[in-house]
């Protein structure tokens, strides 16, 4: 039972380059997050989906793209990269039942740094 | 929206003395989730404990307890008997029913030996 895993853990890219990053997680958890935290910041909600096929906006998702075509995986995509998103970035997933519904499991993060 | 407060940003503590980190949350809904997470140099987020709106009971899981006043929009924190494995950043987090979480800024807590 792995949990929450986060592909890449690091990525340095340059301005105006693509990427993906890849949240997987292996409860059969419903709902699945992505946040940016960044320093003396909490964390702030990008997306997040309540189920295979959906997807909705956070706080800040300018600048972002999801899709959760498998409810095990949940895809972060940046178009074209930007200084500003300079971060840690962290996948989290939840169950909606039972005695522990809405207690997020979180990746062990990626930093992604933009030049 | 929702939003989160915390206004420590730093506190620090004896060992094995007890310490109280404050939360505030602004809402117009009736039923919801607070959670308190702890994430330690390693980066990791973890789960220290978990409280539903609708339930009066304070939640308690071994040294960490929390004091919720609905009414006044409060859920604090309070670490017993404090170990230096303690010391970390802890977030207080809000969440309408699994959407929408909002994280405070956090509090970073040292434990002094």
């Known amino acids: 039972n792995a949990g929450v895993t986060q592909t890449p853990k690091f990525r340095v890219l340059k301005t105006g380059q693509s990427m993906t990053l890849l949240c997987a997680q292996d409860?059969?958890?419903?709902?699945m997050y992505w946040y940016r935290q960044d320093p003396g910041m909490g964390l702030r909600l990008i997306h997040y989906s309540v189920g295979e096929g959906t997807t909705a906006k956070g706080e800040v998702p300018d600048g972002y793209n999801v899709s959760r075509l498998k409810k095990q995986n949940f895809l972060l995509g940046l178009e074209s990269a930007a200084p500003s998103q300079t971060s840690v970035y962290f996948c989290?997933?939840?169950?909606?039942?039972?005695?522990?519904?809405?207690?997020?499991?979180f990746g062990p993060g990626t930093r992604l740094t933009v030049t | 929206a929702q939003t989160v407060t915390q206004s420590q940003p730093e506190m620090s503590v004896q060992e094995a003395e007890t310490v109280t980190l404050s939360c505030t949350y602004d809402t117009s809904e009736s039923n919801y989730y607070l959670f308190w997470y702890k994430q330690p140099p390693s980066r990791q987020m973890i789960l220290v404990i978990r409280?539903?709106?609708?339930?009066?009971q304070n939640a308690t899981e071994n040294r960490f307890s929390v004091n919720f006043q609905k009414a006044a929009k409060s859920f604090s924190l309070k670490i017993s008997d404090s170990q230096l494995g303690d010391t970390a950043m802890y977030f207080c987090?809000?969440?309408?029913?699994?959407?929408?979480?909002?994280f405070g800024p956090g509090t970073r807590l040292s434990v002094l030996p």
């Open positions: 409860m059969n958890h419903e709902y």
């Open positions: 987090a809000f969440t309408f029913y699994g959407q929408n979480f909002v």
């Open positions: 989290a997933s939840s169950s909606r039942q039972g005695l522990r519904s809405y207690e997020q499991y």
């Open positions: 409280q539903e709106a609708y339930k009066q």
